[in-house]
């Protein structure tokens, strides 16, 4: 009988807590559904329409950070002006382009790799990041691979850290180019779930277009994740991610 009141405080702290969740993801739809009607207006008003911006994950989740998409015919500095016209707007987090990957600010244009490049380097050289065939969903195996990269990069929080999807040249590139993004976006993400912080890292997909040294295109061993620390300085936030060649 003794256990009957525990009962009820524990049921009473599930409801609440399920409440919190479900007000919580009601809360974030409307915040995502707000966001994208500002860049939307913003978007028209600048005479830039055929871009978008969508604020919502690859797993359909509403995010404060958009994707931005279309505009391929524009010239880049229209692009450019889109992705920082949808950035200033109060609220929005970091910018991403479908086709394209971000950039720290900096005033200088050499980068100097450090020690943590060789670190990771030795932990690639004999394992690789795997992937579900055709996805980016990332195997189980590739956990304990990951956790060892984030180790390895610890020491460097601080540095601009690029995650670089590369594919063989096995489909059409479009498909290529966003397959090894979408890779990248999920390295990145697991670095993140690991401790690396979100403000330093950097997601790119090239597709075939950078295959191996002494490898053809077509060959499998090009389907890999390339990680580049290159630079130790203060990373000033610039959530504006620029194109990517087309």
Same mark, same amino acid.
């Not at 509403?62 to 015919?73: D, V």
């Not at 540095?159 to 670089?164: D, L, Q, W």
């Given at each position: ?33 707000r966001l994208e009607q500002r860049s939307k207006a913003a978007i028209s008003?600048?005479? =830039?329409?055929p871009i978008t911006a969508q604020f919502q994950s690859r797993h359909g ?14 010239? %880049?500095?229209?692009r450019d002006r889109a992705a920082k016209l949808v950035a200033s707007l ?22 100097? &790799? ?33 956790? %060892?990269?984030? %180790?390895? =990069?610890? &020491? ?15 489909? &059409? ?37 950078? &295959? ?35």
């Open positions: 009988m003794k256990s009957r009141p525990v009962f009820t405080i524990a049921l009473g702290a599930l409801l609440v807590g399920v409440l919190g969740y479900v007000g919580s993801q009601q809360g974030a739809q409307s915040m995502a559904q008003q600048a005479g =830039l329409e989740a509403p995010t404060r950070h958009p994707m931005l998409a279309g505009g391929e015919g524009l010239d %880049e500095g229209k109060p609220g929005v987090g970091g910018v991403s382009w479908r086709d394209g990957w971000a950039n720290a600010a900096s005033d200088e244009s050499n980068f100097e &790799p450090l020690h943590c490049q060789e670190d990771v380097q030795g932990l690639l050289r004999e394992r690789s990041v795997r992937f579900e065939e055709g996805s980016a969903e990332l195997l189980p195996a590739s956990d304990l691979l990951l956790r %060892e990269v984030a %180790e390895a =990069l610890r &020491p460097c929080l601080g540095a601009i850290i690029a995650v670089t999807g590369h594919t063989d040249r096995s489909g &059409p590139e479009p498909a290529n180019l966003e397959l090894s993004m979408d890779r990248a976006r999920s390295v990145r993400e697991a670095l993140i779930q690991r401790g690396i912080p979100r403000d330093g890292l950097r997601a790119r997909g090239v597709g075939s277009s950078e &295959p191996v040294e002494g490898l053809t295109p077509e060959d499998p061993a090009n389907r890999r994740i390339e990680f580049s620390v290159i630079r130790i300085e203060p990373v000033t936030p610039t959530p504006v991610d620029t194109p990517g060649p087309r």
